[in-house]
């Protein structure tokens, strides 16, 4: 691609064009090359710290540290060496149960997130459009001083907590701990905008919101869909697992609007319009149903409602899902027979799938898919849910959300008193923390907040209209940037009402440069997970650990010990910290863990002690690769990372579980069946399974969650110890923190949770089976009105457009004056808002410029040809300043654009608004200052994945 050659390029990038550098010279001669790099900027005069081994040799001892890539969550193990305290190299670890010495160009480059010049490398304020250091005393300070003067005027829910799933688990937990010590739920992470819609949808139709089988057990499959998902670019390393399984005879379908690299693999590949993944599940059904290619004994023993989904599915014949989706039957047949003929057979999915308005009811979808073809508790099966980041299975586990508790208890009385009980605080006290007052008929103590995809309509909402007091006044970007949320005018526009904002993070990330403001901007410099210890889930929910590779670099702290300082200042730190030992002022991580494992009981989170994880760690040589069991040394019988549930104390020693709802296993070999989440009947029908469950299950049958008076009525109370019984009295499986009920109930043989039936009808939700709605900017008309989306409502405590906004892009007609479809994603070489990986130079090198893929009929339309600079037009009025990509990777009629820029906003440059020798390598326009209104009626899922444009010539 051409170096954009209009006034939207930054001032630097103008420059190297008037001396006839093109950008890759330019980047040359600014030292952003693997050749001069390294020993010119990285490890020379940025460092605060002398570092001997800037040429790349090391002088003196070389230690090894076993650390976790914070790229994706595949959970890549490396080994970083270290001497005298500088961290001079890194290898992926050949002998990891996950990666096998495998690594992508993120996890090659790892060493330069401490090493990077561009990190801040103190604490800072913005006043009167300078930036000015502080010190940590003044920052916590000013900062903690704000805070108190907006929880006296608006009450606590005045503040909004930004977190991240870059987080350890510990710094997840505690940041959640954080914010209920506040007084606030308006506490939020990444998982909001890529997997929350799979937390609902999944959780609300099997028991748990979680990937159910792992990387390596693709290896097994005999058939894999992808949709939405292309992980050859967002989790490289999975690959491995992947082709091996192909290699072995699976046969692989990659379903997407774009044709990927993951799709270059693929046995066949099917394109659908953006938006569509209903009536293309559907199409597969109706063809799996016609054929009794339905695995009706599955159904029969351990499905509720399918006949519901039977009848739906009629309303979607061939002709009809071509239609709306663009494949034709013979595609749709082909593939329906291919996943029959070809089981077990996973089904994948990421965000291609959840970032849609009908985001919750897709993932319930592809669930519906795979019971149906009874692909569920069986190795080789599942549903393969690839997680984005490092620790967002972690981070969402340990409740870092604005509408639950960690292990994902709700925020209901009951919940809270029992994390009352772990804390050791009063409950009383606890509530009196949260404001008293009562908005749109609910208390924000027991009301979900504002979640991070709408952060900014906190802000600027009407407060009649807001379920809480009063407007958000101040907020916390604690590792994640507001690049990654839609609507960019919006997220401006509310940066610069705020009373204040504050940016925790290595890098600075965009909320310290997008808005317009002179002050009252702080940004705190948080060191990298290299610098400090915890422990991080991968997605396939194993947890484990990382050392500490090097002391935190620079001025800047672990996110627990600003935590702590902040708590200090405010007057919560003894609460904070009542059973977790302060060193100085830095929080034990290992106590962090204790606490969490004494309450996550609804999922298992229980098990994973420190001293259990760090053996794991030390042993990733005697972890089978196939299977990811140890089959001797310390941990024989354990599954690497004791991938929740894994139940009861860490004495008990469940060795974790690495397929969820197995019934081929014993419970204490990691076998499970469906939860027994939603009651034992509904309208006169059983919901408990007809099925045994678990092998060697006593009961023999489906039966409901275990409680105390369960265990009387079956005989089994005096199984308990006395102190056990003292415990578990008036309790169930969670909220004994003995775990004397989970032990007695898998003494037995029976899953804690019960044993029951999947559900494909959740009454709970908007639309009770998964139905096709139109997205809310859509080029065809003509199916609005057939598949409307909902009516306007209020979601939680914000007002939520749903048909007002189909109706304006009709009466408006915004669909004929941007009729191309545009659709965003992931590229290889970053990640995520693309701070942390566009100031990497090794990075920088492989991917200089934001860009729009357009099909070469689109292109020649409009005059473009490839490289030329386009402008790319929002229907909210937005207009990106970009390059062409032509390409035959999207049809005629779609587009598509990479979200990990920012540093450009509508043509204007940011640079001279960051911090002195911040400023990333690589800016570029974000994709999400583009991308629309929409949100998901369950868990305010932003839309992302489909919305409408025009693109010209600049």
């Given at each position: 691609?051409?170096l954009?050659?209009?006034s939207?390029a930054t001032?630097?990038?103008?420059?190297?064009?008037?001396?006839?550098?093109?950008?890759?010279q330019f980047?040359r001669?600014?030292?952003?090359?693997?050749?001069?790099?390294?020993?010119?900027?990285?490890?020379?005069?940025?460092?605060i710290?002398?570092?001997?081994?800037?040429?790349?040799?090391?002088s003196?001892?070389?230690?090894?540290?076993?650390?976790?890539?914070s790229?994706?969550s595949?959970?890549?193990?490396?080994y970083?060496?270290?001497?005298?305290?500088v961290?001079v190299?890194?290898?992926?670890?050949?002998?990891?149960?996950i990666?096998r010495?495998?690594?992508?160009a993120k996890?090659?480059?790892?060493?330069?997130?401490?090493?990077?010049?561009?990190?801040?490398?103190?604490?800072?304020?913005?006043?009167?459009g300078?930036w000015?250091?502080?010190?940590w005393?003044?920052?916590?300070?000013q900062v903690?001083e704000?805070?108190?003067?907006i929880?006296?005027e608006s009450?606590?829910?005045g503040?909004?907590?930004?977190?991240?799933?870059?987080?350890?688990?510990?710094?997840c937990?505690?940041?959640?701990?954080?914010?209920?010590?506040?007084?606030s739920?308006n506490?939020?992470h990444?998982?909001?905008i890529?997997?929350?819609?799979?937390?609902?949808g999944?959780?609300?139709t099997?028991?748990?919101?979680?990937m159910?089988?792992?990387?390596?057990?693709?290896?097994n499959?005999?058939?894999?869909?992808?949709?939405?998902?292309n992980p050859?670019?967002?989790?490289?390393?999975s690959?491995?697992?992947?082709?091996?399984?192909k290699?072995?005879?699976?046969?692989?379908?990659?379903?997407?609007?774009?044709?990927?690299?993951?799709?270059?693999?693929?046995?066949?590949y099917v394109h659908?319009?953006?938006?569509t993944?209903?009536p293309?599940?559907?199409?597969?059904?109706?063809?799996?149903?016609?054929?009794?290619?339905?695995d009706?004994?599955?159904?029969?023993r351990?499905?509720?409602a399918?006949?519901a989904?039977?009848?739906?599915?009629?309303?979607?014949?061939?002709?009809?899902v071509?239609?709306?989706?663009?494949?034709?039957?013979?595609?749709?047949?082909?593939?329906?027979?291919m996943?029959?003929?070809n089981?077990?057979?996973?089904?994948?999915w990421?965000?291609?799938?959840?970032?849609?308005t009908?985001?919750?009811?897709n993932t319930?979808?592809y669930?519906?898919?795979q019971?149906a073809l009874?692909n569920?508790?069986?190795?080789?099966?599942?549903?393969?849910?690839?997680?984005g980041?490092?620790?967002?299975?972690?981070?969402?586990?340990?409740?870092l959300?604005?509408?639950?508790?960690?292990?994902?208890?709700?925020?209901?009385d009951?919940?809270?008193k029992?994390?009352?009980?772990?804390?050791?605080?009063?409950?009383?006290?606890?509530?009196?923390?949260?404001?008293q007052g009562?908005y749109?008929?609910?208390?924000?103590m027991?009301?979900?907040?504002?979640?991070?995809?709408?952060?900014?309509d906190?802000?600027?909402e009407?407060?009649?209209k807001?379920g809480?007091?009063d407007?958000?006044?101040?907020a916390?970007?604690?590792g994640q940037?507001?690049?990654?949320?839609?609507?960019?005018?919006d997220?401006?526009?509310?940066?610069?009402?705020m009373?204040?904002?504050v940016?925790?993070d290595?890098y600075?990330t965009?909320?310290?440069?997008?808005?317009?403001?002179?002050?009252n901007?702080?940004?705190?410099?948080?060191c990298?997970?290299?610098?400090?210890s915890?422990?991080?889930t991968?997605?396939?929910?194993?947890?484990?650990?990382r050392?500490r590779?090097v002391?935190?670099l620079?001025?800047?702290?672990?996110?627990h010990e600003i935590?702590?300082?902040?708590a200090?200042k405010?007057?919560?730190?003894d609460?904070?910290?009542?059973?977790?030992?302060?060193?100085?002022?830095?929080?034990l991580?290992?106590?962090i863990?204790?606490?969490?494992n004494r309450?996550?009981?609804t999922?298992?989170?229980?098990?994973?002690?420190p001293?259990?994880?760090?053996?794991?760690q030390q042993?990733?040589?005697?972890?089978?690769?196939?299977?990811?069991?140890?089959?001797?040394?310390p941990?024989?019988?354990?599954t690497?990372?004791?991938?929740?549930?894994?139940?009861g104390t860490p004495?008990?020693?469940?060795?974790?579980?690495?397929?969820?709802y197995?019934?081929s296993?014993?419970?204490?070999k990691?076998?499970?069946?469906f939860?027994?989440?939603?009651?034992?009947?509904?309208?006169?029908?059983?919901?408990?399974a007809?099925d045994p469950g678990?092998k060697?299950?006593?009961?023999?049958a489906?039966?409901?969650?275990?409680?105390?008076?369960?265990?009387?009525?079956?005989g089994?109370?005096?199984?308990?110890?006395?102190e056990?019984?003292?415990?578990?009295?008036?309790?169930?499986?969670?909220?004994?923190?003995?775990?004397?009920?989970?032990?007695?109930?898998?003494k037995h043989g029976?899953?804690?949770?019960g044993n029951?039936r999947?559900?494909?009808?959740?009454?709970?939700f908007?639309d009770?089976?998964?139905?096709?709605?139109?997205?809310?900017?859509?080029?065809?008309r003509?199916?609005?009105?057939k598949?409307?989306?909902?009516?306007?409502?209020?979601v939680?405590?914000?007002?939520?457009?749903?048909?007002?906004i189909?109706d304006?892009?009709?009466?408006?007609?915004?669909?004929?004056?941007?009729p191309?479809?545009?659709?965003?994603?992931?590229l290889v070489?970053y990640?995520?808002?693309g701070?942390?990986?566009?100031?990497?130079?090794?990075?920088?090198?492989l991917?200089?410029?934001?860009?729009?893929?357009?099909?070469?009929?689109?292109?020649?339309?409009?005059g473009?040809?490839d490289?030329?600079?386009?402008?790319?037009?929002s229907?909210?009025?937005?207009?990106?300043?970009?390059?062409?990509?032509?390409t035959?990777r999207?049809?005629?009629?779609?587009?598509?654009?990479?979200?990990?820029?920012?540093?450009?906003f509508e043509g204007?440059?940011?640079?001279?608004?960051?911090?002195?020798?911040?400023?990333?390598y690589?800016?570029?326009?974000?994709?999400n200052?583009?991308?629309?209104?929409?949100y998901?009626?369950?868990?305010?899922m932003?839309?992302?994945?489909?919305s409408?444009?025009?693109?010209?010539?600049?």
């Amino acid at each position: 691609m051409k170096l954009m050659r209009n006034s939207h390029a930054t001032a630097s990038a103008r420059e190297a064009i008037s001396l006839g550098l093109n950008r890759r010279q330019f980047l040359r001669r600014a030292g952003v090359t693997t050749g001069g790099i390294a020993a010119a900027s990285m490890l020379g005069t940025g460092m605060i710290r002398k570092a001997e081994a800037a040429g790349g040799s090391a002088s003196g001892t070389v230690e090894t540290k076993r650390t976790i890539c914070s790229h994706c969550s595949v959970g890549c193990g490396v080994y970083a060496e270290v001497s005298n305290d500088v961290w001079v190299g890194h290898e992926p670890a050949f002998d990891h149960p996950i990666n096998r010495g495998a690594h992508c160009a993120k996890g090659a480059s790892l060493i330069h997130h401490t090493h990077s010049e561009k990190r801040v490398k103190y604490p800072m304020k913005l006043e009167g459009g300078k930036w000015k250091k502080l010190s940590w005393e003044e920052a916590i300070d000013q900062v903690g001083e704000l805070m108190l003067k907006i929880r006296k005027e608006s009450g606590p829910d005045g503040l909004f907590f930004m977190g991240s799933a870059k987080f350890s688990n510990e710094g997840c937990y505690l940041y959640r701990k954080f914010a209920a010590m506040w007084g606030s739920n308006n506490i939020d992470h990444s998982a909001r905008i890529c997997h929350s819609t799979t937390v609902a949808g999944v959780a609300n139709t099997w028991g748990y919101g979680a990937m159910t089988n792992s990387y390596n057990d693709m290896r097994n499959c005999k058939s894999m869909i992808f949709i939405g998902a292309n992980p050859a670019e967002a989790h490289p390393v999975s690959l491995q697992h992947i082709l091996i399984g192909k290699e072995r005879g699976a046969k692989m379908i990659v379903v997407d609007p774009r044709f990927t690299r993951t799709a270059a693999h693929a046995d066949e590949y099917v394109h659908i319009r953006p938006g569509t993944d209903i009536p293309y599940i559907y199409g597969l059904l109706w063809h799996i149903f016609a054929n009794n290619w339905h695995d009706q004994d599955f159904i029969d023993r351990r499905v509720w409602a399918m006949e519901a989904i039977q009848a739906e599915v009629q309303n979607y014949p061939p002709a009809e899902v071509e239609n709306i989706t663009g494949v034709p039957e013979a595609q749709m047949y082909k593939v329906a027979k291919m996943l029959a003929d070809n089981r077990p057979g996973t089904i994948v999915w990421c965000m291609g799938g959840t970032q849609h308005t009908v985001g919750n009811a897709n993932t319930r979808a592809y669930c519906i898919l795979q019971l149906a073809l009874g692909n569920m508790g069986t190795s080789g099966g599942g549903a393969n849910i690839f997680r984005g980041h490092d620790n967002v299975q972690g981070a969402t586990d340990l409740g870092l959300l604005f509408d639950n508790l960690p292990g994902y208890y709700g925020l209901s009385d009951g919940a809270w008193k029992h994390w009352s009980r772990v804390w050791e605080l009063d409950y009383n006290w606890v509530k009196g923390r949260f404001d008293q007052g009562t908005y749109l008929g609910k208390q924000p103590m027991n009301t979900p907040g504002i979640p991070c995809s709408r952060w900014h309509d906190g802000v600027m909402e009407d407060p009649t209209k807001l379920g809480q007091k009063d407007n958000v006044r101040m907020a916390f970007y604690w590792g994640q940037s507001v690049n990654t949320e839609t609507r960019g005018r919006d997220v401006r526009k509310a940066l610069d009402k705020m009373d204040a904002v504050v940016v925790v993070d290595p890098y600075p990330t965009m909320a310290a440069v997008m808005h317009t403001r002179k002050d009252n901007v702080f940004i705190l410099p948080a060191c990298s997970q290299f610098e400090t210890s915890g422990s991080v889930t991968a997605s396939n929910r194993s947890i484990q650990w990382r050392d500490r590779v090097v002391a935190p670099l620079f001025e800047s702290k672990p996110d627990h010990e600003i935590m702590y300082l902040l708590a200090k200042k405010l007057g919560f730190a003894d609460q904070l910290c009542k059973n977790i030992k302060v060193n100085g002022n830095e929080p034990l991580v290992e106590d962090i863990t204790r606490e969490w494992n004494r309450g996550m009981w609804t999922i298992g989170m229980t098990g994973q002690s420190p001293e259990r994880l760090k053996m794991h760690q030390q042993n990733w040589g005697t972890f089978e690769f196939e299977d990811l069991e140890a089959k001797g040394g310390p941990a024989k019988g354990d599954t690497y990372g004791l991938p929740w549930p894994c139940w009861g104390t860490p004495e008990l020693n469940h060795p974790g579980t690495h397929i969820l709802y197995d019934t081929s296993k014993h419970i204490m070999k990691g076998g499970g069946n469906f939860r027994a989440r939603f009651g034992v009947e509904f309208e006169g029908q059983d919901l408990l399974a007809a099925d045994p469950g678990s092998k060697g299950n006593e009961l023999g049958a489906g039966h409901p969650e275990f409680t105390a008076d369960m265990l009387k009525q079956l005989g089994w109370w005096d199984d308990l110890t006395a102190e056990e019984k003292q415990a578990a009295e008036g309790r169930n499986w969670k909220t004994d923190l003995s775990g004397g009920i989970q032990r007695v109930a898998m003494k037995h043989g029976c899953i804690p949770y019960g044993n029951a039936r999947a559900r494909c009808r959740v009454w709970t939700f908007p639309d009770q089976v998964p139905v096709h709605r139109e997205p809310l900017y859509t080029p065809r008309r003509d199916l609005v009105l057939k598949y409307p989306n909902l009516d306007d409502r209020q979601v939680h405590r914000l007002p939520t457009l749903y048909k007002s906004i189909q109706d304006k892009v009709i009466a408006e007609n915004l669909d004929k004056k941007f009729p191309m479809i545009v659709t965003t994603g992931r590229l290889v070489e970053y990640e995520g808002g693309g701070e942390e990986t566009r100031s990497n130079p090794w990075l920088a090198e492989l991917q200089q410029q934001m860009f729009v893929e357009i099909n070469p009929a689109d292109a020649a339309d409009r005059g473009i040809r490839d490289g030329d600079n386009v402008t790319l037009h929002s229907p909210e009025g937005p207009v990106l300043y970009i390059t062409a990509l032509v390409t035959e990777r999207v049809i005629p009629g779609e587009c598509f654009m990479p979200y990990h820029f920012a540093g450009i906003f509508e043509g204007e440059s940011l640079v001279p608004r960051y911090p002195d020798g911040t400023v990333p390598y690589i800016q570029g326009e974000s994709a999400n200052t583009a991308m629309t209104y929409g949100y998901d009626p369950v868990t305010q899922m932003q839309e992302t994945k489909v919305s409408i444009c025009q693109i010209n010539r600049a």
